[in-house]
C-alpha cells in the first residue's frame, strides 16, 4: 500500500478521515433517498490543520466538500432527487488558520453547497451555528479537537440537543488518561465522564490498559447520550471506532458516533470495519517502511493472514449461545444495533461465529440459505434464528 504523502507521518489523520469520508457518504445519500431536501454539515473544529498545501487535500475541509458535492449530484442524476439543499459551516477559533479556511472557501467552495467560515470557539458559536443549521436540515456535526477539554459534556450540551442531528466525536483518551487521577483535572474529567468516586479510580487503577480505555469511552457515551435525549420513541445510541497509537499496541483515540436511529449504528459499524482492516495495513506498511530487510509479502498479505486468526471468537460464540432459546426469535437492524452497541463487537464477528456454530448444529438461521458462505445471517430481512442444543 502507498500511503498518500499528505499523511506521511500523521497517519492517525488518514484513519479518521477514511472514517469521516466513508460513513457521510453513505449516511447521506440513505437519508437523501428517503425524502429529506436539507442537509448541513458542520466541522466544529475545522482547520487546516496538517496540511501546508494549497489544495488541503488531507484535511476534513476539502474531505467534506468532496463528499457533499458527490452525494448532492448522485441525489440529482441517479435518484432524480430536486430542490436539494446542502450548507456546510466551517469553524475555526484561531486567527491565521480561519483566514486561511475563509481564503480556501472564497476560491473553492463547490457550485451547490453555501459555505460558511466562522471565526470563533465553537461553543461560544453554538446559537450562530444552530440558527444556520435551521429547524429542517439533516445535520452532521464532526467534532474533532486537538485535545479533550473542549468536548466536555456541558460545553457541547446545545448542539447536542438538537433534533435531526448525528455526532462525530474525537475522543483524545490518550492525552485524558494522563490526567485521570490527577487533583487538579477532577472538574474536566468530570465533565467528560460524568462524577466519579474514590470507588470509580480505585476501580479504575485495577483495569488492564484495553480495559481502562473500553471504560473511560463508555462513560464518555453514556454522559452524551444522557445529553442528547431521544428523538419520540427512538433512544440516543452509540458506537466508537478505535484508532491505535501509531506505535504502540494501545488505544490513542477513539472516534464517537452518536445518532437516535438503529441504522446509524449498523452503517457506522460497518464504516468501522472497514477502518479496522485499513488501520492494520497503514500499522504493518508504516513497519515495512522503516525495517530494512526486503519484504516478501506485501502489508495486505500480512493482514489478511492476520485476519483469518480472529482472537475473540469465543467469546462471541458464547454471546450468541447466551441469547438464542429453542424458540425462534427474528434477528433484525433493530437488534443488531443493540447488539453493536452493547458489545463493541463488528457485524462480521456475529457472521462468523454464527456461521461455526451453524456448522457445529448448535444454531440455525430457519429462513436462511446452506450458499451464504460469507453472511449467514440477512438482518435487514429480520429472519428467524434459534438455538438447537
Ligand atoms: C485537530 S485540528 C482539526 C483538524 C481537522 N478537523 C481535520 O480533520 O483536518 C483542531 C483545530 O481546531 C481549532 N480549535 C481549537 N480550539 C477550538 C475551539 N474551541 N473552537 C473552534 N476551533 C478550535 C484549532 O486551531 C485547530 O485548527
Given at each position: 500500500m502507498e500511503i498518500d504523502e499528505a499523511y506521511k507521518g500523521r497517519e492517525h489523520s488518514l484513519i479518521k478521515h477514511e472514517l469521516l469520508k466513508g460513513y457521510l457518504e453513505v449516511l447521506l445519500s440513505i437519508v437523501g433517498v428517503s425524502g429529506v431536501k436539507k442537509f448541513t454539515y458542520v466541522?466544529?473544529?475545522?482547520?487546516?490543520?496538517?496540511?501546508?498545501?494549497?489544495?488541503?487535500?488531507?484535511?476534513s475541509i476539502a474531505i467534506s466538500l468532496e463528499i457533499l458535492t458527490k452525494v448532492r449530484h448522485t441525489l440529482e442524476?441517479?435518484?432524480?432527487?430536486?430542490g436539494l439543499e446542502f450548507r456546510a459551516i466551517y469553524v475555526e477559533a484561531a486567527k491565521r488558520r480561519y483566514q486561511r479556511l475563509s481564503e480556501y472557501l472564497d476560491k473553492?467552495?463547490?457550485?451547490g453547497i453555501s459555505c460558511h467560515a466562522l471565526n470563533g470557539d465553537y461553543a461560544a458559536l453554538q446559537d450562530d451555528i444552530l440558527k444556520l443549521c435551521g429547524n429542517e436540515s439533516f445535520t452532521f456535526f464532526f467534532v474533532d479537537p486537538m485535545?479533550?477539554?473542549?468536548?466536555g459534556v456541558p460545553r457541547l450540551a446545545k448542539l447536542l440537543r438538537r433534533p435531526k442531528s448525528e455526532f462525530l466525536i474525537t475522543f483524545m483518551y490518550d492525552f485524558l488518561n494522563r490526567a485521570i487521577g490527577m487533583a487538579d483535572y477532577r472538574e474536566q474529567i468530570s465533565q467528560m465522564l460524568g462524577k466519579l468516586g474514590e470507588k470509580d479510580y480505585e476501580q479504575l487503577d485495577r483495569l488492564s490498559t484495553q480495559d481502562r480505555a473500553d471504560w473511560a469511552v463508555r462513560k464518555y457515551r453514556e454522559q452524551l447520550k444522557a445529553m442528547m435525549g431521544p428523538d419520540g420513541k427512538y433512544p440516543a445510541r452509540a458506537f466508537h471506532a478505535d484508532v491505535l497509537h501509531k506505535a504502540k499496541?494501545?488505544?490513542?483515540?477513539h472516534m464517537v458516533y452518536l445518532t437516535r436511529h438503529h441504522k446509524g449504528i449498523v452503517e457506522f459499524a460497518k464504516a468501522s470495519e472497514k477502518i479496522d482492516s485499513l488501520q492494520k495495513i497503514v500499522r504493518t506498511q508504516t513497519k515495512l517502511d522503516s525495517s530494512r530487510q526486503r519484504n516478501l509479502f506485501s502489508a495486505e498479505q500480512w493482514v489478511e493472514h492476520e485476519n483469518g486468526?480472529?482472537?475473540?471468537l469465543d467469546d462471541v460464540k458464547a454471546y450468541w449461545l447466551r441469547q438464542l432459546t429453542d424458540q425462534p426469535v427474528r434477528y433484525d437492524e433493530t437488534r443488531l444495533a443493540n447488539m453493536l452497541e452493547e458489545t463493541g463487537w463488528l457485524t462480521r464477528d456475529f457472521q462468523d461465529a454464527f456461521r461455526e456454530l451453524q456448522a457445529a448444529k448448535?444454531?440455525?438461521?430457519?429462513?436462511?440459505?446452506?450458499?451464504?458462505?460469507?453472511?449467514?445471517?440477512?438482518f435487514s430481512d429480520s429472519e428467524r434464528l434459534r438455538r438447537c442444543v
Open positions: 466541522d466544529c473544529f475545522a482547520g487546516p490543520w496538517g496540511d501546508d498545501t494549497g489544495s488541503l487535500a488531507g484535511t442524476a441517479k435518484h432524480g432527487v430536486h473553492n467552495s463547490p457550485k485535545g479533550w477539554v473542549d468536548v499496541e494501545r488505544v490513542h483515540y486468526v480472529a482472537t475473540n448448535k444454531v440455525e438461521n430457519l429462513d436462511g440459505s446452506p450458499r451464504r458462505t460469507k453472511h449467514p445471517i440477512h
